[in-house]
């Protein structure tokens, strides 16, 4: 079994009157990249603050590595955080912003540099250790943050946004160069995010917060295949809702009522029963157009009121006859979508594969 390396056991936060945790249950394995994914307010980084140190919980109890830790200070934990303005020294050069930890715990001159030396080749900055943060781009401070995190030995490296203030293809290079790292080093990384791409991309398991609670745990598939409430489904990429009540349901595939029409769909963990009133959930990519009518099996009819190319795919908005508004995500194939105009009337279906994500409303 992988090692525990931090549990969160009926931890509640307040401040004041105002109770913005609870009752979160939490266990994170040794090595784990795992991500807090949720809006704005949530409590993600009063997670982090609570991980590090920097808050104390007012209810429930952590632990690092089995070692109960609620009394024990932030410099005493042997978890680092990076922040995400970096927080680097702007006098100092990248060598002695990176130095700066161990000079603390008075380690000889000559184990700092080495052990600087060996960081800063390990994030791609030994050129640049005299250089000051503001003589370094974007990217390159934040390394000498993870840099100076990582240099401690932590056992946790708790990471509050770090990226957030990058542009996109930079931000897509640190992806990749942060899970390497965190792969190669063998530290816990608690990450933050509001990305839900960066999340699904990078984690071995998100944790989908919601004012203060915990919504699902799971890794980014089971997350994105297998939400387990609305709520989840439509913060993780895009979700088309249909709402209807059951005809019929069987081994592999339901009946569902929507509006004045029945449709089928593939399905198989079903515990619902016939009359359950229920939202049916199909990602852009699940549903398609249909062109010709000899195609359609079980379609549902609207008018296309946007299209969006994006390059390797394109985006159609449909406005169904019902007045829900879908989205279809298709591979871009430009003597297909010539054909599509706004405002025509078109079909639209789901493959017989495709299994819905269903959930009781
Ligand atoms: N020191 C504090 N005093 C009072 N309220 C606080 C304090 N710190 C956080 N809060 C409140 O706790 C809630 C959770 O805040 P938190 O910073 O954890 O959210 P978050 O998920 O990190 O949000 P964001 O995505 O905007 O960074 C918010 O309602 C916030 O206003
Ligand atoms: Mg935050």
Redesign the pocket.
Known sequence: MTQKIIELKNVSKS??N?K?LHNINLDISNGEFLTLL??????????LRLIAGFENPSDGEIFLNGEKINAIPANKRNVCTVFQNYALFPHMNVFDNVAFGLRIKNLNAEEIKTKVDAVLKMVKLENFAQRKPHQLSGGQQQRVAIARAVVNDPLVLVLD?PLSALDYKLRKDMQIELKELQRRLGITFIF?T?DQEEALSMSDRIVI?NN?NIEQIGSPQQIYEMPQSLFVAQFIGEANVLTGHIEEVQDDFIKVQIAQSCYQFHYTHSKLQKNDKVNVILRPEDLQIYLDNAEKTHCLSGKITNIVYKGATVDLRVALENDNVVTISEFFDDSRHQKFVVNQTIQIGWADGVEVILHDT
């Open positions: 401040f004041g105002d913005v949720g809006p704005s307010g949530c409590g993600k980084t009063t997670i946004e933050v509001h917060l203060g």
